[in-house]
């Protein structure tokens, strides 16, 4: 007999693949999902440097985590803010297979063969520093959307190519788009990147027996 829980994600097709992985891992428990909308879903056009460290892409989940209108949620780990609710516990951290960045150019290009004035799509600051002191004559502009929706920027032809997690596309079955992947010497990835958090109340000892050991 299964064990039903409902599950609070993004509407992302990433999002919701990492909650497959989750489930994966805990044949024995039925997820449903509830799929939340958060203010970094709406709002496409706040630079996300703006807003590290902050609840930009959790606060709505996390609200449904607090009024038990969802039991558990699961997250990028890396977009967990700083001053997580009190109430509230990480249950079990998945970690990355995969942990540089890519870079994805319809015409193949590498870091090297990028043509000089080449506009390179990122939201993170950290990727835009890593990328300007390696080479001062490429361009970076932000870029905001889900995977999907931004490879359909660079295809339409808005950026020379674009900076994306390498587990990103490993997990959404993208890794043909892969032009290089990047030395952590040129671009050191956050520290968290590609890790699940599992995310519970803290008064739910029942789910911190499911998800501890994995």
């Known amino acids: 007999m299964f064990t039903r829980i409902k599950v609070g994600t993004r509407p ?3 999002a919701l693949r990492q909650v497959e992985l989750v ?3 805990v044949p024995e428990i039925r997820f449903d999902i509830t799929i939340i909308k958060t203010k970094g879903d709406r709002d496409k056009i706040t630079p996300l440097g703006l807003q590290e460290n902050t609840d930009f ?4 989940i996390e609200e449904a985590l607090l009024n038990k209108r969802i039991d558990v949620a699961i ?3 890396k977009d967990l803010e700083e001053d997580m609710p009190s109430k509230l516990v990480i249950a079990a951290m998945l970690r990355s297979t995969a942990r540089f960045d890519c870079l994805v150019s319809n015409r193949g290009f590498t870091l090297d063969t990028l043509p000089s004035g080449s506009i390179i799509g990122t939201s993170s600051q950290n990727r835009k520093l890593g990328i300007l002191k390696y080479r001062r ?3 970076t502009r932000d870029i905001r959307g889900d995977i999907d ?3 359909a920027q660079l295809d339409r032809g808005d950026f020379d190519a674009i900076i994306v997690a390498h587990i990103a596309l490993i997990r959404l079955r993208y890794e043909k788009r892969i032009s290089q992947l990047i030395s952590s010497e040129v671009i ?3 520290p968290l990147q590609g890790d699940l958090a599992i995310q519970i109340h803290r008064d739910r000892r029942d789910l911190l027996e499911i998800f501890k050991e994995l």
């Open 12 to 14: 992302s097709p990433l």
């Open 23 to 25: 489930q994966f891992r």
């Open 57 to 60: 892409f959790t606060r709505e």
């Open 75 to 77: 997250h990028s780990a």
């Open 137 to 139: 004559d490429l361009v």
């Open 149 to 151: 929706e931004r490879l």
């Open 188 to 190: 050191k990835p956050h």
